[in-house]
């Protein structure tokens, strides 16, 4: 359908709705209503009743027991009847001394550290090069460094750049913490003294 947009004629605006309303509902039965706020109270304060007869009901038959127990001064059979027979266990057993002495069994810590060094592994490399710059690196940082050559199960070589001996854990301690510091992650190893 077509129009004609030139010869346009306006249209009335809708009249407008006078400002009286009509009251379709009707009041009469509001007087008979309670309000919503007194249903909800109702409601909570007939469940706080029930909660507290509920409760007052269910009077565990143990703290009556107790009760009673207190009032007439008699204590329970199991409480009177309390024996102890691991002292008559302990004093006939029969105990089996070993026939060699303690100290051969057991190393002292100082004499078991004595067996024992710390090193660091600060890297591991497949090139040879690489393995002896990073040995430069380290001497530089005042630290005792060396290349270990490992040939692997697969056949590959590796070049373990390490760090140490340490006999002392505080040297062992510091010298991780200057590794780390300049950006070398490191590994701790333990080995037997030579």
Same mark, same amino acid.
């Given at each position: ?17 006078? @400002? ?19 249903? *909800? ?7 706080? *009743?029930?909660?507290? *007869?509920?409760? *007052? ?21 199991? $409480? ?11 004093? $006939? ?9 303690? $100290? ?27 393995? $002896? ?8 940082? @005042? ?52």
């Amino acid at each position: 359908m077509s129009r004609d947009y030139a010869n346009k004629t306006r249209r009335k605006p809708p009249a407008k709705r006078s @400002n009286t309303r009509t009251n379709s509902r009707k009041t009469t039965g509001s007087s008979t209503q309670s309000p919503r706020w007194m249903w *909800l109270f109702s409601g909570y304060l007939l469940g706080i *009743l029930s909660m507290g *007869l509920l409760h *007052l009901w269910q009077t565990p038959q143990q703290d009556i027991s107790q009760a009673i127990d207190k009032v007439t001064g008699t204590k329970s059979v199991q $409480d009177a009847k309390a024996e102890f027979i691991f002292y008559t266990q302990l004093r $006939d057993a029969e105990i089996i001394v070993p026939d060699t002495p303690p $100290d051969a069994l057991r190393k002292t810590k100082s004499e078991k550290g004595q067996d024992e060094v710390f090193i660091l592994q600060a890297g591991s490399f497949k090139n040879p090069q690489d393995a $002896d710059s990073l040995r430069a690196n380290l001497l530089l940082l @005042n630290m005792n460094a060396k290349v270990e050559k490992v040939s692997s199960s697969k056949g590959g070589t590796w070049h373990r750049v390490l760090v140490g001996p340490f006999q002392s854990s505080s040297k062992l301690a510091s010298a991780r913490s200057t590794l780390l510091q300049n950006g070398i992650d490191n590994l701790v190893l333990k080995r037997p003294k030579k």
